[in-house]
């Protein structure tokens, strides 16, 4: 025999909310049937448990139980089918807050479809450039969500899922993706404004542009220094793109509050001085 759990609340047939009784620790257990019959206790060697994951954090279990009542247990299950088509298509080292995250969202998203409330998502066409694979396996979850519960999903819709389908695999919390693609949408709107051109959405310049940006960003972050050779000579060859890149390098380092290297605006810089080369080769010089 293991340890004893305590079962507190059972969220679907193959979910439960349980308490070790020896540490006192709030779990969440997943397995086919295991949440099937009336159950007070369940053993931790218990076969049918296939995952099981801590509520370590306060804010998160706090949380979560506020929501548990309002959830239903289809929810959990379709939830439980996605993580698995996530682990499947994409990665088997998934954050462990997504099998909290994701059913709170579904049912959240649910209930503003379901009352006629719109679903705009700003950030689409950037996410679909920046996150691909994750939309691709959003779709997906999409049709599973909208055959399931009979309500169309709309695209809006599927770029929230792709962010909380990224966040389970990066490890990244949804919110710091949002602020990451905010920052590079304002970016993208300063080389504009600047430049007085217009970058269209649907061109791979843009999806060029926002990729870079991105990674710059994730560089910046992980502390990565990507070195440059060509960024002296560069820099005074084409100033006012090196003005630019400086700009920006100077606007990441003061919403990241990090340090942004040198190299690393030279590699902007020379974006923008490829950019702006196709413009003036296509549009008139901006």
Do not use: C, W
């Amino acid at each position: 025999m293991g340890t004893t759990y305590r079962v507190e609340r059972v969220m679907s047939n193959n979910a439960v909310l349980v308490t070790d009784t020896a540490s006192g620790s709030e779990l969440i257990l997943l397995g086919k049937g295991i949440g099937f019959g009336k159950i007070t206790t369940l053993d931790s060697q218990d076969a049918r448990i296939d995952k099981k994951f801590r509520m370590d954090d306060e804010a998160q279990r706090k949380q979560f139980q506020t929501l548990l009542g309002d959830i239903a247990p289809e929810v959990f299950d379709i939830s439980e089918e996605i993580i698995s088509m996530m682990e499947r298509d994409i990665s088997a080292n998934l954050n462990e807050h997504v099998h909290v995250a994701l059913p709170s969202h579904i049912h959240f998203a649910l209930y503003r479809l379901r009352n006629g409330m719109d679903i705009d998502n700003p950030f689409l066409y950037e996410t679909r450039t920046l996150f691909p694979k994750e939309y691709e396996v959003a779709a997906k979850a999409a049709e599973l969500i909208g055959a399931t519960f009979g309500i169309q999903i709309p695209e809006d819709e599927i770029g929230f899922l792709a962010y909380h389908v990224h966040s389970a695999i990066a490890h990244v919390p949804v919110g710091q993706l949002v602020k990451s693609t905010t920052l590079i949408t304002e970016i993208v709107e300063i080389i504009e404004r600047r430049r007085a051109i217009h970058i269209p959405k649907n061109s791979l310049d843009y999806a060029r542009l926002i990729i870079h940006l991105r990674f710059a960003i994730e560089r910046v972050k992980q502390k990565k220094t990507v070195k440059n050779p060509f960024v002296e000579g560069m820099k005074q060859l084409y100033r006012e793109e090196y003005e630019l890149a400086s700009e920006i390098g100077a606007m990441l380092a003061d919403r990241l509050q990090m340090h942004v290297p040198e190299d690393e605006v030279g590699y902007i810089m020379m974006h923008l001085y490829r950019l702006f080369q196709e413009f003036a080769h296509t549009d008139g010089t901006p």
